[in-house]
C-alpha cells in the first residue's frame, strides 16, 4: 500500500488570500457522517459545539472559484497559511530519519486504526517544491521511521531498568533502603509538589487519600465498600516505620472511622515503589476529538505497593511486594503544535542512547520535572498537572471469601455528575471521582444483560465508529460515556473485576461489523475489559497477571502481552469476549503503536495557524441555513439547535463570507488535527 492511498489530508497554495489573509487550503477527508441526513451537504461542522470546526465542500469550493481544484468527493476544505519554514522544517527532519539519527530506519509502516494493525504502508515525502509551485500535496504517513526496537521501547516509551527505576541518585527502594529519599522520582517527592496549595501538610495529604479505603463512599450513586485492610496493610506499618503508632477509631459523631496517630507519616519512606516511568505521548491530540488544542498527552509514574518485614533494609526476597499498583497520571503541559513536536523530539531523542548514561539520566530528569513541579498547570487544582491517580489491587481483600480485584480513580477536581460541565479543577485534596468510561458494576449493572449498557453500545459508541468498518482490523470509535442514562446512574465510583471480565450487549448482531466494533471498543475501553477479557489478562484467585505492568515480578516489572504484543513486530491475539474466536480475534501490539505515534510527532508533523470560531458562529449558520450540518463527536451534552444538511451554494457563500466576523484567535496545530478521534484511556 502507498502512502498516496492512505493519504485523507492535502495541501495547497491559494491564488488569492482570504479575507482572513490565509494562503492554504488543507483538504481533508472525512468520515462519512454518523447522522446519513448529512451526506450531502456541503458543509460539514464537527468537533464540540461549544468549539466547533466548520468545513466545506471541496467540489463547492472549486465550483465557486474559492480553490485552485477539489481533490474529489467526501473532501472537505478549511483555511491555514502554511509557512515556508514550515516546510523546510518537516523536510528537513524527514532529513534527519533517512540518515539514521534516530536509529535504524524502515520505509514500511504499519497501519493502526485505533490499538489494531491493520496493513503495512510506504509513505510519503512532504513535496514542498510541488506546494510552493501550487500542486495538491498529500500530506501522509512518514516516508520512513526509526525501526520499532527494544532499546527504544526501554528508553523513550516504558521505561522499567533498573538503572532508572533504582537510580541511587533520585529513586528510594522500601525493600533495599537504596537510593537518595526524597529522589526526583519518587513517590515522597510527587506527593510533596502535588499537596501545594491543598491547605494541608504533603503528610496529611496522603494520610486522608490513604483513608478513602477505611469507609465505605457513593459516587455517582454507585456504593464504593470500605477495604479497612488498607489500615494494617499499608498505613499501620507505614507509621510503624516512621517512629510513629497508628489506630484505627470509630468516630460516633461522624459514624466513620478513621485513623489516630502519634505523628506524621515519613514520606520519604513511602512504601510505593517505583516500576515504570511511561509516555504515553499517543495520547497527544485534541481534546475531544475533532477539533480543539494540540495536546501532549500524559506523562506516567507506576509505582508498586510494599510492605517490608524490615523496612528499607531488607532484600526483594523479604520486601513483601504487594498486588497493588498505583499510577500518577498526569497532563503534559505543552499546547500548540509546535511545543508537541518539541517534547516528542525530546522523547526520541533518549530513544537513541544506547545505555542509561549520565546524560540520558539527567536530560530524562528535567523533562519529568518539567510536568510535576508545582505551578506547572496554573490552571489545575494546586497549580499541579495531574490529570488523575489510579489504583488496581486485590491485596486489601485477599484471604476473604471473594477476593475481587478493585481500579479507583482519584483527581485534584470536583466531579460534575450532570454532564453539563467539565470537572471543576479546585485545589484541596485528591477526591474520588467515577472510574473513566466504565459502568457501575457492583449490583447496578448486569455486565452481560444490561440494558443501559446496550442501549448505550447500539446508539452513542455505534455513532461514533468510524466508516468504514472491517472487523478486526478497522474498528475505532469516538464517544464519551454520560453520568446517567434513563434516569439510572451509568458510571461507576470504581471498578471490580473478576467479575465482570468484559461487557456484552445483548441486542449487537453479530453479522453488523459496525455493533461488533461498538461493542468491542466499548468493552475494551472500560477498566474491567482492559485488565481482564478484552486483553486477555488473568485476575483469578489473586493471580498477578492482571497489571499492565506486574508489582510483583520484580525489577525489571514485567509488562503486559498488550503492550509487547508477540514480540517486536509481532502481534498478540485476543478472541473476541462476546461471540468469540469463532467470528473474530482482536490483534494488539500497543508498544508498537506507541513507537510509530511518537516518531509520527517528532519528525513528520507539519504545523500551521488554524483560526478558532466562536460558537455564536453556529447561532448565525442557523438563521442564514435554518439548520447546522453538525456531525460531532458523540457528546453526553447534546446540541441546542437544528441540525440538517445545507446544499444550497448561495448559502454556503454567505457562510464563507461570514467567517472573519467569527474568527477568534489563530490556534498552532498540525495539518492533520481533523484525524478520526480515539477513545484511549488505559
Same mark, same amino acid.
Given at each position: 500500500?502507498?502512502?498516496?492511498?492512505?493519504?485523507?489530508?492535502?495541501?495547497?497554495?491559494?491564488?488569492?488570500?482570504?479575507?482572513?489573509?490565509?494562503?492554504?487550503?488543507?483538504?481533508?477527508?472525512?468520515?462519512?457522517?454518523?447522522?446519513?441526513?448529512?451526506?450531502?451537504?456541503?458543509?460539514?461542522?464537527?468537533?464540540?459545539?461549544?468549539?466547533?470546526?466548520?468545513?466545506?465542500?471541496?467540489?463547492?469550493?472549486?465550483?465557486?472559484?474559492?480553490?485552485?481544484?477539489?481533490?474529489?468527493? =467526501?473532501?472537505?476544505?478549511?483555511?491555514?497559511?502554511?509557512?515556508?519554514?514550515?516546510?523546510?522544517?518537516?523536510?528537513?527532519?524527514?532529513?534527519?530519519?533517512?540518515?539514521?539519527?534516530?536509529?535504524?530506519?524502515?520505509?514500511?509502516?504499519?497501519?493502526?486504526?485505533?490499538?489494531?494493525?491493520?496493513?503495512?504502508?510506504?509513505?510519503?515525502?512532504?513535496?514542498?517544491?510541488?506546494?510552493?509551485?501550487?500542486?495538491?500535496?498529500?500530506?501522509?504517513?512518514?516516508?520512513?521511521?526509526?525501526?520499532?526496537?527494544?532499546?527504544?521501547?526501554?528508553?523513550?516509551?516504558?521505561?522499567?531498568?533498573?538503572?532508572?527505576?533504582?537510580?541511587?541518585?533520585?529513586?528510594?527502594?522500601?525493600?533495599?533502603?537504596?537510593?537518595?529519599?526524597?529522589?526526583?522520582?519518587?513517590?515522597?517527592?510527587?506527593?510533596?509538589?502535588?499537596?501545594?496549595?491543598?491547605?494541608?501538610?504533603?503528610?496529611?495529604?496522603?494520610?486522608?487519600?490513604?483513608?478513602?479505603?477505611?469507609?465505605?463512599?457513593?459516587?455517582?450513586?454507585?456504593?464504593?465498600?470500605? *477495604?479497612?485492610?488498607?489500615?494494617?496493610?499499608?498505613?499501620?506499618?507505614?507509621?510503624?516505620?516512621?517512629?510513629?503508632?497508628?489506630? /484505627?477509631?470509630?468516630?460516633?459523631?461522624?459514624?466513620?472511622?478513621?485513623?489516630?496517630?502519634?505523628?506524621?507519616?515519613?514520606?520519604?519512606?513511602?512504601?510505593?515503589?517505583?516500576?515504570?516511568?511511561?509516555?504515553?505521548?499517543?495520547?497527544?491530540?485534541?481534546?475531544?476529538?475533532?477539533?480543539?488544542?494540540?495536546?501532549?498527552?500524559?506523562?506516567?509514574?507506576?509505582?508498586?505497593?510494599?510492605?517490608?518485614?524490615?523496612?528499607?533494609?531488607?532484600?526483594?526476597?523479604?520486601?513483601?511486594?504487594?498486588?497493588?499498583?498505583?499510577?500518577?497520571?498526569?497532563?503534559?503541559?505543552?499546547?500548540?503544535?509546535?511545543?508537541?513536536?518539541?517534547?516528542?523530539?525530546?522523547?526520541?531523542? /533518549?530513544?537513541?542512547?544506547?545505555?542509561?548514561?549520565?546524560?540520558?539520566?539527567?536530560?530524562?530528569?528535567?523533562?519529568?520535572?518539567?510536568?510535576?513541579?508545582?505551578?506547572?498547570?496554573?490552571?489545575? =487544582?494546586?497549580?499541579?498537572?495531574?490529570?488523575? /491517580?489510579?489504583?488496581?489491587?486485590?491485596?486489601?481483600?485477599?484471604?476473604?471469601?471473594?477476593?475481587?480485584?478493585?481500579?479507583?480513580?482519584?483527581?485534584?477536581?470536583?466531579?460534575?455528575?450532570?454532564?453539563?460541565?467539565?470537572?471543576?479543577?479546585?485545589?484541596?485534596?485528591? *477526591?474520588?471521582?467515577?472510574?473513566?468510561?466504565?459502568?457501575?458494576?457492583?449490583?447496578?449493572?448486569?455486565?452481560?444483560?444490561?440494558?443501559?449498557?446496550?442501549?448505550?453500545?447500539?446508539?452513542?459508541?455505534?455513532?461514533?465508529?468510524?466508516?468504514?468498518?472491517?472487523?478486526?482490523?478497522?474498528?475505532?470509535?469516538?464517544?464519551?460515556?454520560?453520568?446517567?442514562?434513563?434516569?439510572?446512574?451509568?458510571?461507576?465510583?470504581?471498578?471490580?473485576?473478576?467479575?465482570?471480565?468484559?461487557?456484552?450487549?445483548?441486542?449487537?448482531?453479530?453479522?453488523?461489523?459496525?455493533?461488533?466494533?461498538?461493542?468491542?471498543?466499548?468493552?475494551?475501553?472500560?477498566?474491567? =475489559?482492559?485488565?481482564?477479557?478484552?486483553?486477555?489478562?488473568?485476575?483469578?484467585?489473586?493471580?498477578?497477571?492482571?497489571?499492565?505492568?506486574?508489582?510483583?515480578?520484580?525489577?525489571?516489572?514485567?509488562?503486559?502481552?498488550?503492550?509487547?504484543?508477540? =514480540?517486536?513486530?509481532?502481534?498478540?491475539?485476543?478472541?473476541?469476549?462476546?461471540?468469540?474466536?469463532? /467470528?473474530?480475534?482482536?490483534?494488539?501490539?500497543?508498544?508498537?503503536? *506507541?513507537?510509530?505515534?511518537?516518531?509520527?510527532?517528532?519528525?513528520?508533523?507539519?504545523?500551521?495557524?488554524?483560526?478558532?470560531?466562536?460558537?455564536?458562529?453556529?447561532?448565525?449558520?442557523?438563521?442564514?441555513?435554518?439548520?447546522?450540518?453538525?456531525?460531532?463527536?458523540?457528546?453526553?451534552?447534546?446540541?441546542?439547535?437544528?441540525?440538517?444538511?445545507?446544499?444550497?451554494?448561495?448559502?454556503?457563500?454567505?457562510?464563507?463570507?461570514?467567517?472573519?466576523?467569527?474568527?477568534?484567535?489563530?490556534?498552532?496545530?498540525?495539518?492533520?488535527?481533523?484525524?478520526?478521534?480515539?477513545?484511549?484511556?488505559?
Amino acid at each position: 500500500m502507498t502512502g498516496l492511498s492512505t493519504a485523507t489530508v492535502f495541501a495547497q497554495r491559494l491564488a488569492q488570500a482570504t479575507p482572513l489573509e490565509e494562503t492554504t487550503a488543507i483538504h481533508v477527508k472525512l468520515a462519512p457522517p454518523a447522522n446519513k441526513e448529512l451526506e450531502s451537504s456541503l458543509v460539514r461542522v464537527v468537533g464540540d459545539p461549544k468549539d466547533p470546526v466548520v468545513l466545506f465542500s471541496s467540489d463547492a469550493l472549486a465550483q465557486l472559484g474559492r480553490i485552485p481544484k477539489s481533490p474529489g468527493p =467526501g473532501f472537505f476544505t478549511l483555511f491555514s497559511s502554511l509557512k515556508d519554514s514550515e516546510l523546510d522544517r518537516r523536510t528537513n527532519s524527514e532529513k534527519e530519519v533517512a540518515e539514521g539519527k534516530f536509529g535504524e530506519v524502515t520505509k514500511e509502516t504499519i497501519l493502526f486504526n485505533g490499538r489494531h494493525p491493520a496493513a503495512r504502508f510506504e509513505g510519503l515525502s512532504l513535496d514542498a517544491r510541488a506546494f510552493r509551485g501550487g500542486g495538491m500535496v498529500p500530506i501522509a504517513g512518514c516516508p520512513a521511521l526509526p525501526a520499532t526496537s527494544q532499546n527504544v521501547w526501554d528508553k523513550a516509551l516504558l521505561i522499567r531498568d533498573p538503572a532508572v527505576v533504582q537510580n541511587p541518585a533520585r529513586t528510594w527502594d522500601p525493600c533495599t533502603g537504596a537510593g537518595t529519599q526524597g529522589g526526583k522520582w519518587t513517590f515522597s517527592h510527587l506527593i510533596k509538589e502535588m499537596a501545594q496549595d491543598s491547605g494541608t501538610t504533603a503528610e496529611d495529604f496522603v494520610m486522608k487519600w490513604l483513608s478513602n479505603w477505611l469507609n465505605d463512599y457513593t459516587v455517582n450513586g454507585d456504593l464504593v465498600q470500605a *477495604r479497612q485492610n488498607m489500615f494494617s496493610e499499608v498505613i499501620q506499618p507505614w507509621a510503624t516505620a516512621s517512629g510513629q503508632v497508628a489506630s /484505627l477509631v470509630f468516630n460516633t459523631s461522624t459514624n466513620k472511622w478513621q485513623v489516630s496517630i502519634t505523628g506524621p507519616l515519613n514520606l520519604d519512606i513511602a512504601p510505593f515503589r517505583l516500576l515504570a516511568i511511561v509516555n504515553r505521548i499517543d495520547l497527544a491530540g485534541s481534546s475531544g476529538g475533532y477539533g480543539g488544542s494540540s495536546t501532549a498527552g500524559e506523562l506516567r509514574f507506576v509505582f508498586g505497593m510494599t510492605k517490608p518485614t524490615n523496612w528499607g533494609a531488607g532484600t526483594e526476597a523479604t520486601c513483601n511486594l504487594k498486588l497493588f499498583t498505583t499510577i500518577l497520571e498526569y497532563g503534559v503541559p505543552r499546547t500548540g503544535c509546535q511545543q508537541v513536536i518539541d517534547w516528542a523530539r525530546d522523547w526520541a531523542q /533518549l530513544g537513541t542512547h544506547t545505555s542509561f548514561d549520565a546524560t540520558y539520566l539527567a536530560k530524562l530528569e528535567s523533562m519529568t520535572e518539567s510536568v510535576v513541579l508545582h505551578g506547572s498547570a496554573p490552571s489545575k =487544582g494546586n497549580k499541579n498537572a495531574l490529570n488523575q /491517580l489510579r489504583t488496581n489491587e486485590i491485596s486489601l481483600v485477599l484471604g476473604g471469601s471473594n477476593p475481587l480485584w478493585e481500579l479507583r480513580e482519584f483527581q485534584l477536581a470536583d466531579e460534575n455528575l450532570t454532564d453539563t460541565a467539565p470537572d471543576a479543577r479546585t485545589n484541596g485534596l485528591l *477526591r474520588p471521582h467515577t472510574v473513566a468510561l466504565t459502568p457501575s458494576d457492583a449490583g447496578n449493572h448486569d455486565p452481560d444483560i444490561d440494558p443501559d449498557v446496550n442501549q448505550f453500545v447500539l446508539t452513542d459508541v455505534k455513532a461514533g465508529v468510524k466508516l468504514p468498518v472491517f472487523v478486526p482490523t478497522a474498528c475505532v470509535s469516538s464517544f464519551k460515556a454520560p453520568h446517567k442514562i434513563n434516569g439510572n446512574f451509568f458510571l461507576g465510583g470504581s471498578a471490580l473485576v473478576n467479575p465482570p471480565t468484559h461487557w456484552e450487549a445483548f441486542g449487537v448482531n453479530p453479522g453488523d461489523a459496525q455493533e461488533v466494533c461498538a461493542r468491542k471498543e466499548f468493552s475494551g475501553n472500560t477498566c474491567n =475489559g482492559c485488565h481482564r477479557g478484552d486483553t486477555a489478562l488473568d485476575g483469578t484467585n489473586g493471580n498477578n497477571n492482571f497489571t499492565h505492568i506486574s508489582p510483583t515480578s520484580g525489577i525489571p516489572a514485567t509488562p503486559s502481552k498488550f503492550l509487547t504484543g508477540g =514480540g517486536v513486530n509481532f502481534m498478540f491475539s485476543v478472541p473476541d469476549t462476546q461471540f468469540g474466536a469463532g /467470528l473474530t480475534s482482536w490483534p494488539f501490539a500497543d508498544l508498537l503503536r *506507541r513507537h510509530q505515534r511518537l516518531y509520527d510527532i517528532a519528525t513528520c508533523t507539519t504545523c500551521s495557524p488554524f483560526f478558532a470560531f466562536d460558537v455564536a458562529f453556529l447561532a448565525r449558520m442557523e438563521q442564514v441555513a435554518g439548520v447546522v450540518p453538525f456531525d460531532g463527536l458523540a457528546s453526553t451534552e447534546k446540541p441546542t439547535f437544528k441540525i440538517g444538511p445545507i446544499s444550497d451554494m448561495e448559502k454556503v457563500q454567505q457562510l464563507l463570507e461570514l467567517r472573519s466576523e467569527f474568527a477568534k484567535e489563530p490556534r498552532d496545530l498540525p495539518l492533520s488535527f481533523l484525524r478520526p478521534p480515539e477513545v484511549f484511556v488505559h
